[in-house]
């Protein structure tokens, strides 16, 4: 059992930048794959940015060139780095794992508005 753990939400104004991190309680490398998730108020959860087990990234066109997702495999955790925010960023985000098994955090709830 893997326990995924978000913090570094928080209110931001638009243009600003906030970096999530996802603490693991096992071992990345091993993970095939590691993301970043979002949920908006009254939509469906999407994709926001993947990281595979050899650093290949991918990202939702509507973050591309904002976003950056990375990780350390030494301190187990994912971080996304979010720049020039938008109001439509405002959204719970959740970190995904990949194990065996697929695993899911809390959530970690980012509001950007002025």
């Known amino acids: 059992q893997v326990q995924l753990v978000e913090s570094g939400g928080g209110l931001v104004q638009p243009g600003g930048s906030l970096r999530l991190s996802c603490a693991a309680s096992?071992?990345?490398?091993?993970?095939?794959?590691m993301a970043w998730y979002r949920q908006a108020p009254g939509k469906q959860r999407e994709l926001v940015a993947i990281?595979?087990?050899?650093?290949?990234?991918t990202y939702a066109d509507a973050v591309k060139g904002r976003f950056a997702i990375s990780r350390d495999n030494a301190k187990n955790t994912v971080y996304l780095q979010m720049n020039s925010l938008k109001p439509d960023d405002t959204a719970v985000y959740y970190c995904?794992?990949?194990?065996?098994?697929?695993?899911w955090g809390q959530g970690t709830l980012v509001t950007v508005s002025s």
């Open positions: 995904n794992g990949r194990w065996e098994k697929n695993y």
């Open positions: 096992g071992s990345i490398s091993s993970a095939y794959v």
């Open positions: 990281i595979t087990s050899v650093g290949i990234t």
